[in-house]
């Protein structure tokens, strides 16, 4: 199975600031990384696929790079709804398998 | 509109099994693919199972010798059952929707989820 690493595990900082967010496939996912938000109360919501396509919907201050093993998400000029927990998850093969998950607080 | 609704019991035995049900509206399981998504308290998301369009199956390793997904496209719901139940498997279960069905699977839908207990 692919194992993802995501880093870091918690994130704090301010409305206007930009973050990013690792995910390390154990082995060449191509491009094949997805990622999700989690906001309690709401369902989860599909922000991007294939590494760096933005799902419908999605603002274009979030975004994604990467390929093979190493993938960058990047949340530019953060807005207060952005607060939430953020998944990576690869769907180049079966099994999938997700990343542990990153936690953004305000700071 | 698309929605998923994940129902069942809160509380099961340890040993026992674990039948939940998710029930789909705004499209039809005969178009996409419906998978199953568990994530223990505290812990990661864990890809279970998923049901194919065609009704074709295909599990987790790690779960398949326990699992089992079938369907019901009259009544637009997807069953999971899941036997020899551990404290382990402690966690809420999420059904979720295939973005495309000829792809390796991402989720443009989720349930809210249903937490299930494994306790005697």
């Known amino acids: 199975d692919v194992q993802m690493t995501q880093s870091p595990s918690y994130l704090a900082a301010s409305p206007g600031e930009s973050v990013s967010i690792s995910c390390k496939a154990s082995?060449?996912?191509?491009?094949?990384l997805a990622w999700y938000q989690e906001k309690p109360g709401k369902t989860n919501k599909l922000l991007i696929y294939s590494g760096s396509t933005l799902q419908s919907g999605t603002p274009s201050r979030f975004s994604g790079s990467g390929s093979g093993t190493d993938f960058t998400f990047t949340i530019r000029s953060l807005e207060p709804e952005d607060f939430a927990v953020y998944y990576c998850q690869q769907h180049n093969e079966y099994p999938l398998t997700f990343g542990s998950g990153t936690k953004l607080e305000i700071k | 509109q698309v929605q998923l609704k994940e129902s069942g019991p809160g509380l099961v035995q340890p040993s026992q099994t674990l039948s939940l049900t998710c029930t789909v509206s705004?499209?039809?399981?005969?178009?996409?693919?419906v998978h199953w998504v568990r994530q223990p308290p505290g812990k990661g998301l864990e890809w279970m199972g998923r049901?194919?369009?065609?009704?074709?199956?295909s599990y987790n390793s790690a779960l398949k010798s326990r699992l089992s997904i079938s369907r019901d496209t009259s009544k637009n719901q997807v069953f999971l059952k899941m036997n020899s139940l551990q404290t382990d498997d402690t966690g809420t279960y999420y059904c979720?929707?295939?973005?495309?069905?000829?792809?390796?699977?991402?989720?443009?839908?989720w349930g809210q989820g249903v937490m299930v207990t494994v306790s005697s």
């Open positions: 705004g499209f039809s399981l005969t178009s996409y693919n």
């Open positions: 082995k060449s996912i191509n491009t094949y």
């Open positions: 049901m194919r369009y065609n009704g074709d199956t």
């Open positions: 979720t929707r295939d973005r495309l069905i000829t792809t390796v699977a991402n989720f443009d839908y």
